[in-house]
């Protein structure tokens, strides 16, 4: 079928989704529908050594920003392991923990989640003494080279390799810069991220979110009251709020939800003249903005007359005044003796309200709530010292989300968010899905955590997510067929790819022996999911397997993994009429007589040439 002409793309209309799907941060739109290109933002993103970017001083220029910017988009050389044994409900479950540095994480599912996530949340460290945060990324001899490559001086060199360990605020911004670049990749157009921070580094945090998503779609800093008593013994203030600072990908297309309406609120109608249409409250009826038309006097049903204040008039016409009193809309207090005022209906207020920017701890919850949570989960001890109340992370996906949403945390921490999203989907009915990400930091050697077994805190993560799962379900047995499960997956080194990294004069015996070797068939799965990553579809995909450790189907994608004939492939996909791709998986094919007759043979199934592709 022809396309209308009309419906076409023009040439500057494709080549600017080519450039935003390959440098997002690099492209835009003003205005006035012109396109714009930010020259040194490419330049960046092609070689950040030629690119002009002051680096004196913290905020949006500090020394190692190029670095960062680098880290975030430079090659990847990790790879995911499925965990089975550390998952739960794998082949029904569509959620995903991914054990890992979040960086490694976040550049993995920029390939196959790019565009995808509708909410992140993130409880970053927040750069204080008691967080345990340091920038710890290893400073090596390949960093000091990447430093010379990208342009940098010897006395910057000496500077970034001196903050690492140290709490500073460049150190800090050069932390959260990558992992925030590839966050915004990973949102939908119409996504919105949420970030709690305190007031060590909101200032910076603010700072560099407008320069990751752009200052016109910062929505809001929400204050969270976290605390419910003072600290008697603050220096100076106590300290009793945190920030959750909220930016969009796109602020003219997305809006929050609205909130339900709280019995305090409902509670401000009233209804002391019994009129059958329900309950109601009072609004004033003049306005500020003036209008010789809508000044005239009126007079009360107990004959005194009346006149707008000051300065002011009626909100409505004589004529349409008329009309409400006529239809009771019009009141004058019990003893008809009021300054008019006019009625507004329970039942004509929209059913919801507009989220405001603070949260109080009744509403939302406080720490201590959260404290009580993770002692309830762990069976009167709480592994973990800084969780954030589920019902913080529930106020959120109310705002932000709707029942078949994904939702992203890469900071997971005890896995709060995790709890919330399959909380939420046994309230409301929702399918709701998350990806979350916990490093495996160690827990500290002689605390409660450790001595229960919890040796890492991505331990605490998984089993918090697990026992939250239960409760929910064992607490209402009607939602057994809710998704408390989550697939595991581990980010670790692709032996391979590192080795190509060395020089010649690094590469040793054992070295080019591992070359030589094919993967081992044990890993077959390893591989599938990987690729999966390389086709962009999601880890949650399920897969069918044709032929043992050879051939698997997943989605629209036949999966060669091993040596089959041309015949068994034909044969195998012959009715798998939904596939219309071919990935074989190069390192494990052996013969080559199959390798070159692959196209005239696939084909035979209606799949061209150019829907084949080899990996490895």
């Keep these: 079928m022809k396309k209308n002409i009309i419906e076409e793309k023009s040439i500057n209309d494709n080549n600017y989704q080519k450039l935003k799907e390959l440098f997002p941060h690099a492209v835009s739109i003003d205005e006035d529908g012109k396109y714009i290109i930010d020259k040194e933002k490419l330049q960046m993103s092609l070689d950040p050594s030629k690119a002009q970017m002051k680096e004196d001083g913290y905020g949006l220029n500090w020394v190692g920003k190029k670095e960062a910017y680098h880290s975030a988009f430079s090659k990847n050389y990790k790879v995911l392991k499925p965990l089975k044994d550390d998952s739960k409900n794998w082949d029904e479950t569509e959620n995903i923990l991914i054990k890992g540095n979040n960086l490694d994480a976040l550049k993995i599912l920029r390939h196959n989640y790019f565009e995808s996530i509708k909410m992140i949340y993130i409880d970053p460290p927040y750069n204080t003494k008691n967080d345990g945060f340091v920038y710890n990324d290893n400073f090596t001899s390949s960093t000091e080279e990447t430093l ?309 805190i991505f331990d605490i993560t998984k089993e918090r997510i697990k026992r939250a799962g239960e409760k929910i379900v064992a607490g209402d047995l009607t939602k057994q067929d809710l998704d408390i499960g989550f697939r595991t997956f581990e980010v670790v080194e692709d032996q391979k790819q590192k080795i190509y990294q060395k020089s010649l004069e690094e590469v040793s015996q054992d070295d080019l022996v591992e070359m030589m070797e094919k993967p081992d068939i044990q890993t077959c799965e390893e591989i599938l999911y990987n690729l999966f990553v390389a086709e962009a579809l999601l880890l949650s995909t399920k897969h069918e397997e044709l032929i043992k450790d050879k051939l698997y189907l997943a989605s629209n994608v036949a999966f060669i993994l091993g040596d089959i004939t041309s015949d068994e492939l034909v044969e195998a996909l012959n009715d798998k009429k939904e596939c219309e791709y071919i990935t074989v998986y190069s390192p494990n094919i052996s013969n080559d007589k199959f390798t070159l007759e692959i196209e005239s043979n696939i084909s035979k199934l209606g799949i061209k040439p150019d829907k084949l592709r080899f990996r490895g």
Excluded at 439 to 455: I, L, M, Q, V
């Design 148 to 456: 010379e490559e990208l342009g940098y001086d010897k006395e910057y060199i000496d500077y970034i390799e001196n903050i690492q360990g140290a709490k500073t605020h460049s150190g800090w911004l050069s932390f959260m810069y990558p992992r925030l670049l590839l966050a915004r990749d990973l949102l939908k157009e119409d996504g919105v991220i949420f970030i709690s921070i305190d007031d060590n580094e909101v200032a910076q945090l603010r700072l560099l979110c407008d320069d990751v998503f752009g200052q016109d779609n910062f929505i809001a800093n929400v204050i969270w009251e976290k605390k419910y008593s003072p600290q008697n013994d603050a220096k100076w203030f106590s300290d009793n709020h945190d920030h959750i600072l909220v930016y969009t990908k796109n602020k003219e297309i997305w809006r929050p939800h609205l909130l339900p309406r709280t019995e305090e609120q409902n509670s401000r109608y009233k209804n002391p003249d019994n009129d059958p249409r329900g309950n109601w409250k009072s609004s004033d009826f003049s306005v500020k903005t003036y209008s010789e038309n809508y000044d005239y006097p009126i007079t009360l049903p107990s004959g005194r007359v009346v006149n707008p204040p000051k300065s002011r008039c009626w909100r409505t016409s004589k004529e349409n005044y008329q009309k409400l009193l006529n239809e009771n809309r019009i009141w004058f207090g019990a003893d008809g003796d009021n300054v008019p005022s006019i009625k507004r209906f329970l039942s004509e207020v929209q059913q919801g309200t507009v989220p405001l920017t603070i949260w109080k701890y009744k509403d939302v919850g406080h720490n201590q709530d959260a404290a009580k949570e993770i002692r309830d989960i762990f069976d009167g001890f709480a592994p973990f010292d800084t969780p954030k109340p589920t019902k913080l992370i529930s106020q959120i996906l109310k705002l932000s989300t709707k029942n078949n949403d994904l939702i992203l945390d890469f900071f997971a921490g005890s896995g709060t968010t995790a709890h919330a999203v399959m909380d939420l989907n046994a309230k409301d009915g929702g399918n709701r899905k998350f990806i979350c990400v916990q490093w495996a930091e160690a827990t500290p050697e002689k605390s409660e955590a450790r001595k229960a077994g919890y040796e890492t």
